[in-house]
């Protein structure tokens, strides 16, 4: 099978180079990214790879059927950027890793809270400047603290692992109880109660229709003072207008996001040369109790191999069976 990737780094064609090793499928890189205009370079291609901030429109759809295309396979979990009626009118496949390291994105987590708590990347500068002063930098012990997590699957599962593990009263809320969590001491509560009773609020739902900004004003109105608000999921999740109000309040003692609402425009390339457009994003960056990272929750050796492995492995279902476990059931 011929097989279109967009968006590519350096990283995701040497772990895929290295899964393709003896395989049938063959791949074509490229690094730009999956839009209407760049479409015409799937041609003759059984398949595209696409990842989380490629566009996958209605209109870029009908442009990637009309080259051949048959199979959309998502290197990621998150398909919220996919037109899935657009994929079943043109008789598509999506497919997609639904869980290539839950235990990364979770340790990456806790990793965040960490360094937002007790103020590393501030204590890393003034050591580097020899300001050994401790002013500004306390924190508080995670143990006895209560933590609301929000999404209960594979991820938000090794989430109440972890924090379980640091003594931490676990509160979830979900719309399936997961029976993996109810024996790790993880609590079901209403989605209110989590907000009231929670020193730490982390998100680990998947983005759609009634998931989109489920951390708004009336939400963050519900949370405790002081609370500590993070986000390794998708950046929809949160209305970031009322953060930034809920920080200047200091409702929200910290906050903690790898991923942003309008991050295609913004990560995984190096800007670091041009003037920062967003200027909510902007506005962000002047916290002193705000610690953003660029998508990189997923980052691991052992995730990036998965999601190749796993790539190959739908494609390969498909083309031997016709059907693959890892299908987006369509709307």
Same mark, same amino acid.
Request: hydrophobic share 40%.
């Given at each position: 099978m011929r097989v279109t990737m967009f968006s590519t780094k350096p990283y995701d064609e040497s772990y895929f180079d290295e899964a393709l090793e003896g395989s049938s499928h063959s791949f074509v890189y490229h690094e730009a990214p999956l839009t209407t205009s760049t479409a015409m370079l799937a041609e003759g291609s059984?398949?595209?790879?696409?990842?989380?901030?490629?566009?996958?429109?209605?209109?870029?759809? !009908?442009a990637v059927a009309a080259q051949g295309v048959r199979i959309i396979a998502m290197r990621c979990a998150g398909?919220?950027?996919?037109?899935?009626?657009?994929?079943r009118a043109h008789n598509i496949k999506v497919v997609r890793v639904p869980a290539y390291s839950p235990h990364a994105v979770a340790e990456h987590t806790v990793a965040l809270l960490l360094?937002?708590?007790?103020?590393?990347?501030?204590?890393?500068?003034?050591?580097?400047?020899?300001?050994? !002063?401790?002013?500004?930098?306390?924190?508080?012990?995670?143990?006895?603290?209560?933590?609301?997590?929000?999404?209960?699957?594979?991820?938000?599962?090794? !989430?109440?692992?972890?924090?379980?593990?640091?003594?931490?009263?676990?509160?979830?809320?979900?719309?399936?109880?997961?029976?993996?969590?109810?024996?790790?001491?993880?609590q079901y509560v209403s989605f209110d109660e989590l907000l009231a009773r929670s020193d730490i609020v982390t998100l680990h739902c998947p983005l759609m229709e009634s998931t989109y900004h489920?951390?708004?004003?009336?939400?963050?109105?519900?949370?405790?003072?002081?609370?500590?608000?993070?986000n390794t999921s998708r950046g929809g999740l949160i209305d970031t207008k009322a953060v930034i109000e809920g920080l200047k309040a200091k409702h929200i003692g910290n906050l903690g996001i790898d991923v942003y609402e309008e991050e295609d425009n913004l990560f995984f390339e190096d800007q670091s040369g041009e003037v920062m457009q967003d200027d909510i994003f902007a506005r962000l960056l002047t916290f002193p109790n705000v610690l953003i990272t660029g998508h990189q929750a997923f980052f691991t050796e052992n995730a990036l191999r998965e999601i190749a492995r796993t790539t190959l492995a739908?494609?390969?279902?498909?083309?031997?069976?016709g059907h693959c476990d890892n299908v987006v059931a369509l709307p």
């Open positions: 059984d398949a595209i790879c696409a990842f989380v901030n490629d566009q996958l429109d209605n209109e870029t759809i !009908s398909f919220n950027n996919v037109d899935l009626k657009a994929a360094a937002l708590n007790r103020r590393l990347y501030r204590a890393y500068n003034r050591v580097r400047d020899g300001n050994f !002063s401790l002013k500004g930098l306390v924190g508080f012990d995670l143990f006895g603290k209560t933590v609301g997590v929000i999404g209960t699957g594979r991820i938000g599962q090794e !989430s109440v692992r972890v924090f379980r593990g640091f003594g931490c009263e676990v509160l979830c809320f979900d719309v399936h109880e997961n029976p993996q969590v109810l024996e790790m001491g993880g489920i951390i708004d004003e009336a939400a963050i109105q519900k949370m405790k003072p002081g609370v500590t608000l993070l739908n494609l390969d279902q498909i083309e031997q069976e």
